[in-house]
């Protein structure tokens, strides 16, 4: 199998993995120096650390994970195009992750919101919120669900398995790295 004759669900589960990994290394690098913005603000004006909730202590640390899920997520996006096994279970693993992550926070949004909502504020404000927790729930659920379907497939499974070879490399299996001869 060349790269070019590799299953489309490869390409787009490959190609996405890379955007959302690198989307998240940076999403953290910018959490981390508001964390360190927000420490430095504490230290001039120690009222402020009374105020702010003990998340925000944490904030670097939760960060420095999620470069370490985003770099992850990177890596594996880049040698699943390559066809490498390994990355295909770690994306699989990541992605079911991140699926279960965004159902449950949407189930937790959704119980929350109702039940901070009812009965205050304006007429309709109870429900606009029900609506934004489901639609964005199902906004990055499904996309993730429909990944995970397709990396315990057997399609992607077998695609793995295939001998790959570049365009003007030697064959390999994906063993051997998958991305043809000794890259």
Request: glycine content about 14%; hydrophobic content about 55%.
């Amino acid at each position: 199998m060349t790269v070019n004759e590799r299953p489309t669900c490869v390409t787009v589960i490959g190609w996405a993995w890379i955007v959302i990994g690198g989307l998240m290394c940076f999403s953290a690098l910018m959490g981390i120096f508001m964390s360190l913005s927000m420490q430095q603000m504490m230290r001039t004006h120690p009222h402020m650390d009374q105020e702010v909730p003990a998340f925000f202590r944490y904030f670097a640390l939760i960060a420095l994970g999620q470069v370490a899920v985003g770099a992850l997520g990177l890596a594996a996006g880049i040698n699943f195009l390559r066809l490498a096994e390994w990355a295909r279970k770690v994306l699989l693993v990541v992605t079911t992750l991140l699926f279960l992550f965004v159902v449950g926070f949407g189930v937790f949004w959704v119980i929350t919101w109702v039940g901070m909502s009812s009965g205050h504020g304006p007429p309709g404000f109870a429900a606009m919120g029900l609506i934004m927790g489901v639609f964005n729930t199902a906004l990055f659920g499904v996309p993730l669900g429909i990944m995970t379907k397709y990396l315990a497939g057997d399609r992607v499974k077998q695609a793995m398995k295939a001998p790959v070879s570049l365009p003007n490399g030697p064959a390999s299996t994906p063993d051997q790295g998958g991305a043809g001869g000794g890259e």
